[in-house]
């Protein structure tokens, strides 16, 4: 296979662990003078149409229209996501709850104020031939994973009654190889990379989102600080309305978005028919009956109390008052 190109869960899956690049405690934030209405998102990965809404609402205009300015900040395997938005180098970073809680442990002050994903991207990928269908047929079975991700494998196996000990544990790569070669009989990855990238080879693997069987944690969150809430609302809200529009244009076009990703970034390295498949893999995950009812980004007290208990058995402990739906609600209002 050739090379993939890794997002924010393969330095996850290489080693990086939950708390990657948040090893010095949290200072409190430092907000930067800035532009008026000028505010940075900082990405969670390099470009590509994961962020794709995000392209969408700086091509159409749907922040200048808010007034306001919008600079993507791509991350990358050596810039995690919190430091610059505690900073106040960004405004807004795209992050996920354990990366969120692990950097509130050591005295971020962050909110969570939107979800992209409704569902967590984690899933089991395995073959055809000898298919993980649900964790219960984990048991016996060799999964090829970092050790980092032990955390993960042990909260899906409790949350279903699976013996985590009956699971071989093979340490391996963020590639797809292992299990094509026959040395794993499945993978730990995101369903939008490893399994695309098999596909793409003509290689169509068996893909079971841990999402639909108890694990919640929401991924591709929007945080802010506290004193970004309090001084820059109204930029926040502004930020939030382009996402929304962006997004929503996604859902409708995921094919668009994809070719679009592709002309923005020329030098990124990405080939269009893997970007409209990531792309078109994407939605689901993205949105639901929730967002379909609400909006883009919502999330409700059932789901951030769904949260609160897996990311207990990810080993961290959270309140609701992680989560700040209020300026969400402004976006959509």
């Given at each position: 296979m050739p090379p993939f190109r890794l997002t924010r869960r393969s330095a996850l899956a290489l080693g990086g662990g939950l708390a990657a690049g948040l090893a010095a405690?949290?200072?409190?934030?430092?907000?930067?003078?800035?532009?008026?209405?000028?505010?940075?998102?900082?990405?969670?990965?390099?470009?590509?149409?994961?962020?794709?809404?995000?392209y969408i609402a700086l091509d159409r205009g749907y922040w200048a229209a808010e007034g306001l300015e919008v600079v993507l900040q791509p991350g990358g395997p050596n810039a995690p996501v919190e430091p610059p938005v505690v900073s106040g180098q960004a405004l807004v970073g795209i992050s996920a709850a354990d990366y969120t809680a692990a950097a509130v442990e050591q005295g971020?002050?962050?909110r969570i104020l939107a979800v992209a994903?409704?569902?967590?991207?984690?899933?089991?990928?395995?073959?055809?031939?000898?298919p993980v269908n649900t964790p219960a047929d984990l048991?016996?079975?060799r999964i090829g994973m970092a050790l980092a991700n032990t955390p993960v494998l042990q909260a899906l196996c409790s949350l279903n009654g699976v013996d985590v000990t009956a699971v071989e544990v093979v340490p391996t790569q963020?590639?797809?190889?292992?299990?094509?070669?026959?040395?794993?009989?499945?993978?730990l990855c995101w369903a939008t990379d490893l399994p695309v990238a098999m596909a793409m080879q003509g290689v169509e693997a068996v893909t079971m989102l841990m999402a639909d069987h108890g694990y919640a944690v929401h991924s591709q969150t929007y945080i802010a600080t506290d004193a970004s809430i309090a001084e820059r609302r109204a930029e926040l809200v502004a930020?939030?309305?382009?996402?929304?529009?962006?997004?929503?244009?996604?859902?409708?076009?995921?094919?668009?978005?994809?070719?679009?990703?592709?002309r923005m970034f020329p030098d990124?390295?990405?080939?269009l028919p893997t970007q409209e498949l990531q792309a078109d893999r994407q939605v689901p995950l993205m949105f639901s009956d929730l967002t379909d009812a609400n909006g883009f980004g919502w999330f409700t007290e059932e789901t951030v109390a769904a949260n609160i208990e897996t990311l207990a058995l990810l080993g961290r402990k959270v309140t609701p008052e992680l989560w700040d739906r209020s300026l969400l609600e402004e976006a959509h209002g």
């Open positions: 405690p949290f200072a409190a934030p430092r907000l930067q003078a800035q532009a008026a209405r000028t505010a940075a998102m900082q990405l969670s990965w390099l470009h590509s149409v994961q962020f794709g809404g995000s971020a002050p962050f994903m409704q569902k967590n991207p984690f899933a089991i990928a395995s073959l055809p031939a000898n048991a016996g079975k963020y590639d797809a190889a292992p299990l094509l070669a026959g040395q794993v009989d499945c993978l930020l939030l309305k382009g996402e929304v529009r962006g997004w929503t244009d996604y859902k409708a076009d995921p094919a668009a978005a994809a070719a679009l990703t592709v990124a390295g990405l080939d």
